[in-house]
C-alpha cells in the first residue's frame, strides 16, 4: 500500500509532460527550418531562420498547433494544482490575504499561458506579450510567495528544507527573467532566447516540488443535493452526543 497520497504525483507528472510539449514544439520548428538551434549565432530576423524563442518557435504551423495545445492544456492543470494548493494551505497559514493573493495571481498566470498559446507573437504581438508578462512576471511572484510560506506553516516539520529549495529555485527564476528581459533589450536574441528556456525549466520544476506537500494531503469532492455549507465530521458528533443528552 502506498504511504503517500497519489495528488503527489500530480505537479512532477504535469511538469515533465509540459517540458516534454514545449521541447516537442522546438524540435519540430527546428526541423521545419523556422529557428536556429539553441546556441547558435547563426540566424537572421528577416531571413529564414528566427532566434530560438518558445513563442517564436510556436509561431508557425505545424508547431504552433502543438504549442497551442500544450499551453492550453497546461494551463488548466495548472490552475487545478493551484487550487488544490490553496485548498492544502488555507487551514493552515495565517496570513489568508497571502495565500489568495497567491492563488490569484496563480490564475492570472495560467490565464496568461492561454494568451501566449492562441495569440501567435508575429500575429498579435501585444496581446502575447501581455500573456507573457502575467505568466513570467506574476509567476515569479508567486514563486517568492509560496517559498515563503512554506517556511511559515512547516507542514510535517519538512517547511525548511523545502523551503530553502524554493527560495534558491525562486532565485534563479528571477535571475532568468532579469537575463532574458536585459538581453533582448541588447539585442542580444541568442542569449536571451536561453535565458528564457531556463526560466521556463526553472518555473516547471518548481511547480514539482509541490509533491512534497500533496504527499500528505487527499483532496475529496463531496456532491450533495443540500445546499447547506457541509459540517464536519467533528461537528456531527457533538450535536449527535447533545442529542442523546437531551434524549436521556
Not at 512532477?12 to 509532460?17: E, R
Not at 521541447?23 to 520548428?29: C, H, K, R, S
Not at 490564475?107 to 501585444?126: E, R, Y
Not at 532565485?171 to 532574458?180: A, E, N, P, Q, S
Request: aromatic content about 14%; overall charge positive.
Amino acid at each position: 500500500m502506498l504511504k503517500c497520497s497519489l495528488w503527489a504525483f500530480l505537479p512532477p507528472v504535469y511538469s515533465a509532460f509540459t517540458a516534454a510539449g514545449l521541447w516537442v514544439v522546438y524540435f519540430v520548428a527546428l526541423r521545419d527550418g523556422k529557428i536556429a538551434p539553441l546556441g547558435s549565432k547563426y540566424w537572421s530576423m528577416n531571413g529564414s531562420l528566427y532566434p530560438p524563442y518558445i513563442s517564436v518557435a510556436g509561431n508557425f504551423p505545424k508547431a504552433s498547433c502543438i504549442f497551442s495545445e500544450v499551453m492550453n492544456l497546461s494551463a488548466f492543470v495548472g490552475f487545478i494544482i493551484g487550487f488544490l494548493r490553496y485548498l492544502q494551505l488555507k487551514p493552515k497559514v495565517t496570513a489568508a490575504w497571502l495565500n489568495v493573493g497567491s492563488l490569484l495571481g496563480f490564475s492570472a498566470g495560467c490565464f496568461g499561458m492561454t494568451l501566449i498559446g492562441n495569440f501567435q507573437l508575429f500575429t498579435d504581438m501585444i496581446t502575447h506579450n501581455i500573456g507573457a508578462l502575467l505568466t513570467f512576471g506574476v509567476g515569479t511572484l508567486f514563486c517568492w510567495a509560496q517559498s515563503y510560506i512554506t517556511m511559515t506553516v512547516n507542514i510535517q516539520n519538512e517547511g525548511r528544507k523545502t523551503g530553502i529549495v524554493r527560495f534558491l529555485l525562486s532565485g534563479f527564476i528571477t535571475v532568468c527573467f532579469i537575463l532574458y528581459i536585459s538581453l533582448q533589450v541588447q539585442q542580444q536574441h541568442g542569449q536571451a532566447a536561453q535565458s528564457q528556456w531556463a526560466l521556463v525549466m526553472f518555473f516547471l520544476l518548481f511547480i514539482s516540488t509541490f509533491a512534497v506537500e500533496f504527499r500528505h494531503s487527499r483532496f475529496v469532492t463531496v456532491c450533495t443535493e443540500d445546499c447547506r455549507s457541509p459540517v464536519s465530521l467533528s461537528e456531527s458528533l457533538s450535536a449527535g452526543s447533545r442529542s442523546q443528552r437531551k434524549q436521556l
